[in-house]
């Protein structure tokens, strides 16, 4: 069965060197091209892909930018290629939600090993998607919450941080991000109403929101205790 692939990529060499080695060595894969983080929105709007390649940096629209967008909707597996190779740059990568990195220049065989070791794991995993860390359990197509087995209503931006934070339990994320993640870029408001509604999410999670915790400075993250 044919997987289908995006590649976001605005260097002609770049897109043309993997289009020929992946046709060569996964005929299997079906690549659709956009040359412009706009190019690329449209289409994940319009398409449905097995994984995304994308360039960092790309005209019109960041790769980072691209990704949020992405992950307030869906989500496919997400390979960043990018020459910026500094631990901040992958980290915000890692906590805007992409599943892994090359660093160009990159071995297309590396790059191949990969997607098929994403894709493999993509389609093998169960579409109920159910994500659990300590007591708290999120159903993320049905979007409820269970802690205990309880079932707790959450607003839409508890709902958006929670999601977020169990995605990853153990990541710090910074209330920047998650401005970015649950808000999105246009929102010019004070970081702080993050610490507002985490406030509120842990007084609906009960005991449950102790699971939350802050780290000093740099933001919140989920554990299992």
């Known amino acids: 069965m044919k997987s289908n692939i995006l590649l976001v990529e605005d260097d002609p060499k770049i897109r043309e060197a993997i289009i020929d080695y992946f046709s060569e060595k996964a005929p299997d894969y079906e690549m659709d091209i956009a040359k412009t983080g706009l190019e690329g929105l449209d289409k994940v709007e319009e398409n449905t892909y097995d994984l995304i390649l994308l360039d960092v940096m790309l005209p019109q629209m960041s790769g980072f930018d691209l990704l949020v967008k992405i992950r307030r909707s869906m989500d496919v597996p997400v390979i960043f ?118 406030k509120k999410l842990r007084k609906s999670l009960g005991e449950a929101g102790g699971q939350i915790k802050t780290v000093f400075v740099k933001g919140y993250k989920i554990m299992e205790r």
């Open 81 to 198: 290629m990018t020459a910026r190779t500094s631990e901040e740059d992958r980290l915000y990568g890692y906590e805007l939600g992409c599943d892994d990195y090359v660093c160009k220049p990159f071995s297309l065989a590396e790059l191949l090993a990969k997607v098929n070791a994403l894709i493999k794991r993509s389609k093998g995993t169960v579409l109920d998607d159910v994500l659990t860390c300590g007591d708290i359990q999120l159903h993320k197509r049905a979007l409820t919450v269970k802690v205990k087995g309880e079932q707790v209503d959450l607003p839409p931006k508890e709902l958006a941080i929670l999601s977020i934070l169990i995605e990853r339990p153990g990541w710090t994320f910074s209330r920047d991000t998650l401005l970015d993640l649950a808000w999105g870029k246009d929102y010019f408001g004070n970081d702080r109403v993050v610490d507002n509604h985490v």
